[in-house]
């Protein structure tokens, strides 16, 4: 593995603040404060043992606005890009003999606010957007239009994610929530069937039992609008057996210090997270699965927490750095360190898994090149009509913390009906500890929503390398994930 800081001229200088891979032809997408969009062709660095570099391709010019997401469809043949003031461009590929250009295809106005994240639907037909309107629309790509608006989020939507399997849709608000929003079709005219997202979770906060006192106290899962990132980037595996969501900050026990962490929700239970993986000294703002799945190692089977037939592999930025796990082992496999003087705001894996890029707002791009079978043997795995539900192998817990969520069974207004759920699972690898900050819900059997005030966490500065987490109060043992 070869990698490192590119020293271009990337945005004129400005900050880059999101950037993709073509699913197809493997061209760099990045935009940023300077209003547009820029193609980069990729070179190996491989023969000479060098780093990768870049070469310039083409623009993509016609926001007015910095440029905060953009997302290549799953085909390839569209581009979506928002942008601060509610910008929502559709750009189509036009192929020719020569070249291959973009041109603008579709305008979508509705978001009052910034668009800070976007993700398309598995077969291009719709895409979802958050903004800092407090919304989330899905928009049906091929009129143009609005086709639902989810309006339950008090502050920023920072991250929005679709399932590859079509049947999810989730949010992530510096309001300290996580909505899971699941597709309840309502069949029309002529027996068609529309898609029709429901929410079904609203994630918030942890219950936990003050020392040997039978009274408990609720903290939050998330960090407040206080953290220093205007993203937070959620993702589902390829697969769609997993979603790992960012932002998290935790606390072992009511009296240690919040934990900065990763929450990964099993596709069998997305009310609560299935483990948590502990952070570094910086809140973690961008998550993103590797497109490819790999053949098992075999090492060491009982070491990992997810139970698959396959190795996955996902990186973890933080502000300041960049965590690589497999869903082999518990540790991360490498940590990229000190690569920017400021704040990570993005990162994308090439669709063959040669190349990590991230992005920053120092106005620079990392590239991460992987050597051939670096990472593993790929395979193919099938995501499509039976999905690969992550069912977890019932471990008795500790009985420590409650997860508390909401079930709403109604559409996205605020309303009651909340459920509490059953331990959450805090896995406390021998790895990487942080701070963070919490959320907070209510508690009875049946609760309601309340926002209540934020609290304020320090950021820990330096990270290097993964720094073992000493043993809490209480140690929680992790679930394992069968997606059998």
């Known amino acids: 593995m070869k ?15 999101t950037l993709d891979f073509h699913p197809i ?38 926001h007015g606005c910095a440029v905060n997401t ?20 559709i750009w189509k590929l036009h192929p020719s003999e020569t070249n291959q250009s973009w041109k603008v295809h579709k305008s979508l106005s509705y978001h009052r606010k910034d668009v800070l994240d976007l993700q398309w639907s598995p077969d291009d037909a719709y895409l979802i957007s958050g903004s800092v309107d407090n919304s989330c629309i899905i928009w049906d790509v091929n009129k143009g239009s609005v086709y639902q608006i989810l309006d339950a989020h008090c502050h920023y939507v920072q991250g929005v994610a679709w399932d590859p399997l079509g049947k999810y849709v989730a949010s992530l608000s510096s309001d300290r929530t996580c909505r899971i929003y699941v597709n309840k079709p309502q069949t029309k005219s002529k027996g068609v069937e529309k898609i029709n997202y429901v929410c079904q979770h609203v994630i918030t906060k942890v219950e936990q039992q003050r020392g040997d006192e039978t009274k408990t106290i609720k903290t939050h899962l998330f960090h407040d609008e206080t953290l220093p990132s205007f993203f937070r ?52 703002v961008v998550v993103r ?11 060491n089977p009982e070491e ?42 993005d990162i994308t894996w090439s669709p063959n898994a040669s190349y990590l890029a991230l992005s920053s707002q120092d106005g620079y791009c990392t590239l991460v090149e992987f050597e051939d079978n670096e990472l593993g043997e790929s395979i193919s795995i099938s995501v499509g009509k039976k999905p690969v539900d992550g069912e977890e192998k ?50 009875d059997e049946v609760m309601t929503e309340t926002r209540q005030e934020e609290e304020k966490q320090p950021l820990q500065s330096k990270v290097n390398t993964p720094v073992s987490n000493k043993p809490a109060r209480k140690r929680i043992t992790p679930m394992a994930i069968d997606p059998k």
């Open 394 to 443: 019932k471990h008795v817990l500790e009985k420590t913390d409650e997860l508390m969520t909401e079930t709403e069974p109604g559409e996205s207004k605020k309303q009651a009906g909340s459920e509490q759920n059953e331990e959450n699972k805090q896995p406390l690898p021998n790895k990487i500890t942080t701070d963070g900050e919490e959320k907070e819900q209510k508690t």
């Open 25 to 62: 032809s493997g061209l760099l997408a990045t935009a940023g404060a300077d209003c547009d969009i820029k193609l980069w062709l990729i070179n190996s660095g491989q023969a000479e043992k060098k780093l990768p570099t870049v070469s310039y391709q083409s623009s993509l010019t016609y």
């Open 289 to 299: 699965f590797c497109p490819v799945a790999f053949n098992l190692r075999g090492s």
């Open 233 to 284: 980037r959620l993702s589902w595996s390829p697969d769609g057996s997993f979603l790992l969501i960012p932002a998290g900050s935790l606390k072992v026990s009511p009296t240690s210090e919040a934990v900065n962490a990763t929450y990964v929700f099993s596709r069998k239970d997305l009310s609560r997270p299935a483990l948590q993986l502990p952070g570094a000294n910086k809140p973690v």
């Open 70 to 89: 953009i997302r290549f469809s799953p085909s390839g043949e569209l581009l979506a890009s928002g942008a601060d003031g509610g910008e929502l461009i």
């Open 304 to 345: 990992g927490f997810f139970k698959l037939p396959y190795r996955l592999v996902f990186a973890i930025a933080t502000l300041n750095s960049v965590y690589i796990y497999d869903t082999e082992c518990v540790a991360p496999i490498a940590v990229l360190a000190g690569l920017h003087y400021a704040a990570i705001t």
């Open 3 to 17: 990698g490192g800081t590119i020293q271009i001229n990337w945005h004129d200088g400005k900050p880059v603040l």
